[in-house]
């Protein structure tokens, strides 16, 4: 069965400090991920996706992630972040299941508290 | 092009009513997927829809939920006789082609909460 773990329900940083966002999954099969962010009270909007190629994807508020297949992890970095960064993160997989739907698996989510 | 919409934002009802919860998907977009997310937890898959079709609804609860996306008109997920458990935020999401690489767009999604 496929799975995502986001180990950090919280993360709290300091405007301008750098962060990561921890995402390892487990899947059986080739996978495609993403990462979502949630703002309060509003829909989830991707923030950046890995499908093939190279395996650092960047997204265009300053967020990267790495693919890494030997360690099956997507980790999300900012080497500085703002206030307005303030939101959930959700770390997602889909791939070919066997089934008809690219259905999306969800990590709990890491909920990244920036600070003054 | 206007996102995905979904209503009412925001939906309250007695246990053992019925909650109807609207989608419509971006312009150009035939497949619709279904979302919930329980306080505390990401998001689960319910239901994958196509005009007309339900593709995979391994996800929806065997009882009490139904989902429909009419040729003409949104997608509608239904809740017969709501439980407390129900209370929950439902997100929908479309996408152009339903194919393993396709970004999935979300709507704001509609909060349920049942007394």
């Known amino acids: 069965a496929q799975s995502v773990t986001q180990l950090d329900s919280q993360v709290p940083v300091f405007e301008e400090a750098p962060v990561e966002l921890r995402c390892n999954y487990s899947s059986s099969v080739s996978v495609y991920l993403f990462w979502y962010v949630q703002y309060p009270n509003q829909g989830l909007q991707l923030l950046l996706k890995y499908l093939s190629g190279s395996t650092l994807v960047e997204s265009i508020n300053g967020f990267e992630a790495e693919f890494n297949k030997s360690q099956t992890s997507f980790h999300l970095r900012k080497p500085s972040v703002h206030i307005s960064d303030t939101a959930e993160y959700f770390c997602a997989v889909t791939g070919n299941y066997g089934g008809a739907t690219n259905k999306l698996i969800f990590g709990t989510g890491t909920l990244l508290a920036v600070q003054p | 092009n206007a996102g995905v919409m979904q209503n009412p934002r925001h939906l309250v009802r007695r246990r053992g009513q019925e909650a109807r919860l609207r989608c419509s998907p971006m312009k150009g977009h035939s497949h619709v997927y279904w979302y919930r997310q329980l306080p505390e937890e990401g998001l689960k898959f319910m239901v994958y829809?196509?005009?007309?079709?339900?593709?995979?609804e391994s996800g929806m609860p065997k009882e009490r939920f139904s989902a429909e996306f009419p040729k003409e008109g949104p997608s509608i997920l239904r809740i017969q006789q709501v439980v407390r458990g129900d209370s929950a935020a439902y997100f929908c999401a479309s996408s152009p082609n339903g194919v393993w690489a396709d970004t999935q767009y979300f709507g704001p999604g509609t909060r349920l909460t049942v007394l």
């Open positions: 829809l196509q005009k007309e079709n339900i593709i995979d």
